[in-house]
Each structure stands twice: as C-alpha cells, then as structure tokens.
C-alpha cells in the first residue's frame, strides 16, 4: 500500500492535466465569459478623473533672534512648529466648519456634489441633473439637500493626505467631471486659508483687546516688556493676516486639469476578470468530474 502511493500521486495529477485537457473548449468558454463579463461591466461604470496638488504649510511667525520671539520665550510661550499646523490644517480640510463656508460660499459646489448627470467630453462641458437643480436660477427644484449628505459626499470626494517625514500635505479631488475635480481644490485651497485667516484675525483681535488693557494696569517695566512683545506678536500675526494671500497653506503643485481618467481601469479591469474565469473554470471543471466519478462508484 505504501509503496503505492508515490504512483498514485502521480496518476492524479496526470489525471487532473487529461481531465483539463479534455475539458479544454469548456475552460475557454468559461474565460471569454468572465473577460466579456469584466469587459462590459467597465463600461458601465462611471468615469472619474482626478486632480492633485501638493501643500506646503506657510510660515507665519518667525521666532528667529526677533524680539518677539525672546518676549513670547520670556512669557512662557512656545511656539508651533510646522508640523503641528501641517496637521491642523489637514484636520481642517475635512473639517464640517470649512464644508459649510465652502457650501456658504460656493453653491455651486452642492450642486455638483449631489446634483451632477454627466460630462461631455467631446464639448469639454459639464452637464447637471436639471430636474433637481436649476442652473440658471442657481436653486434646487426639489427640496435641497442636507448638510449631513453633502459633507459625506464631500469626504466621497477628498482625499487628503499627510507626508510626515517633510510636513507636506497631498490633497487629491476625484470627480466624474475634470472640471470640477480642479476647481474644487481650488476652492479648498482658497477656503481654507480664508477660514484660518479669520480666525487668527478674530483671535488676534480679542488678545490685543485684553493685553492693551493689562498693559495699562501694569507698572512693572518687566511686566510690560512681556506684554510689550505679545503685542507685538499679535500685531505681527494681524499684518500677515491681512496681507498674506496663501496664509495657512501654499500649493507647490498646483492643481491641474487631468487629461487621463483615474478610473475605470478597463485593461486591469479585463485582466482580473480573465484570472477569475481561468481559476473558476478549472475549479469548476475538476469539481464536475470528480462528483460525476464519485456517483458512478456508487
């Protein structure tokens, strides 16, 4: 029986290669299934093309040898390194704060988000679903839809990432239509230096309230060096604020217009398919002739 075994191992497997051999025409019949299945399912998805652009955080205050930053030291106050705003300012790409100033001031965008049919690439134009949005009015024909689902559709649509080895931010928009995919990071880019710059201005503005009034309650020269040199800070902080255009981010790649569609890949698609048919098939094929050879020894 032992001695046996080494020869039937070799007679299955001798086996198995007739049986496929035999079976030949039924496996490329199961392949060319999966490959047209694979094929025609390519074409009915959605096109999507993607833009990118590459974020640099911009440098607002310089603690070099100034004597704002010897005050905020004799203060106590540490100041942020780049990458601590390279974070913030990528929690603040995603953030529902920033979505509802874009939506606020783009409505557009809500429209393409929720409301886009279909892009005309031979005419290079755009196309949305007129029976839910009026484009020439700019309003919804049916009820508008909620802030929950835009900004889902929103998250459906960025996508953003940190490199935390140079601090640098990847910020990727894809969209069925090339258009919107560069214009929406455009807005991003745009929205949320904005939304930062606004809020430092706000917080700039409350800091100096406070400290002018300290500064004149207080006799003490120490005291009012401190507070001399965090005005000054805040003063610094305010003129950057106010003049600065790309304040918290700054694109050193731009967003650019894609020519090629990020998706579907039909050609990786098809080979897929073809992989699964020839795995299926002689799956399929083996399992047939091993239960038919069973039944007939019973």
């Known amino acids: ?50 833009s990118s652009t590459i974020l640099e955080v911009s440098s607002k205050i310089s603690g070099g040898g100034s004597s704002s930053g010897g005050g905020l030291q004799l203060a106590g106050i540490k100041l942020k390194d780049d990458k601590s705003d390279s974070s913030k300012a990528l929690t603040l790409i995603t953030s ?12 557009d965008v809500l429209a393409y ?24 009015k700019k309003t919804w024909i049916r009820e508008q839809p909620s802030f929950n689902n835009a900004y889902l559709a929103y998250l459906g649509t960025i996508n953003v990432d940190l490199n935390k080895g140079n601090g640098f931010i990847y910020l ?28 430092d201005l706000d917080e700039a ?6 400290l002018y009034g300290k500064l004149d309650e207080t006799f003490q020269d120490n005291v009012k060096l401190s507070i001399s040199s965090l005005i000054e800070a805040q003063l610094k902080k305010q003129t950057l604020a106010k003049v600065k255009e790309n304040y918290l981010v700054e694109p050193l790649d731009s967003p650019f ?33 091993y239960l038919s050879k069973h039944t007939s020894r019973l």
């Open 1 to 50: 029986m032992d001695q046996n075994n080494p020869n039937n191992d070799e007679i299955n497997v001798i086996e198995l290669f007739g049986v496929l051999r035999e079976n030949f025409f039924n496996l490329i019949v199961v392949i060319l299934f999966f490959a047209i299945c694979s094929v025609i399912y390519s074409f009915f998805q959605p096109e999507i093309w993607r």
């Open 96 to 107: 529902r704060d920033l979505v509802q100033k874009i939506l606020e001031n783009n409505p």
């Open 113 to 136: 988000l929720l409301a886009f049919k279909n892009y005309d690439s031979s005419k290079k134009k755009d196309n949305l679903d007129l029976k839910r949005y009026d484009v020439e």
């Open 172 to 199: 990727y928009a894809s969209h069925e239509s090339p258009i919107f995919a560069k214009k929406l990071l455009n807005t991003v880019i745009m929205e949320l230096n904005n939304f930062a710059r606004q809020r």
């Open 205 to 210: 503005n409350k800091s100096l309230d406070y």
């Open 257 to 289: 217009l894609p020519e090629d569609r990020y998706s579907p890949n039909r050609r990786l698609i098809l080979i897929y398919g073809t992989i699964i048919g020839f795995i299926l098939g002689i799956v399929l094929i083996l399992l047939r002739h």
